[in-house]
């Protein structure tokens, strides 16, 4: 059974920059897609970013493109969400999640029921 446990979440003011981590245990990797989702209070929660399995190809929601950006260490069984130019409304509880798949054709990787397997979330807060 996979699991996975996210960490790097905090506080940081406007225009800074965290990374956030992603670390699986219970099996390897490289079979996985991996997603960031972000669930802000009141809110639903979206679709941050996501990497294929290799890493081939990624996906980032707009308002993120520019400032995020998401890798993987299949090695090291983790997953990274690099986050700069912080802004308030990226203020959430960032989760991570994987589906066992191989390739990213005709896979919708921003939709909450496209993934299997979640973690439990780390609280990341922007404000001065």
């Known amino acids: 059974q996979l699991q996975l446990v996210e960490s790097g979440g905090g506080l940081v003011q406007p225009g800074g920059s965290l990374r956030l981590s992603c670390a699986a245990s219970?099996?390897?990797?490289?079979?996985?897609?991996i997603a960031w989702f972000r669930q802000a209070p009141g809110k639903e929660r979206e679709g941050v970013s996501c990497?294929?399995?290799?890493?081939?190809?990624?996906n980032y929601a707009d308002s993120v493109k520019g400032r995020f950006t998401i890798s993987r260490d299949n090695a090291k069984n983790t997953v990274y969400l690099q986050m700069n130019s912080l802004k308030p409304e990226d203020t959430a509880v960032y989760y991570c999640?994987?589906?066992?798949?191989?390739?990213?054709?005709?896979?919708?990787?921003?939709?909450?029921?496209?993934?299997?397997?979640w973690g439990q979330g780390t609280q990341v807060t922007v404000s001065s």
């Open positions: 219970g099996s390897t990797l490289d079979r996985y897609a």
């Open positions: 990497i294929s399995s290799r890493g081939g190809s990624t």
């Open positions: 999640a994987a589906e066992e798949r191989l390739s990213f054709r005709a896979f919708v990787c921003s939709l909450v029921s496209s993934f299997e397997y």
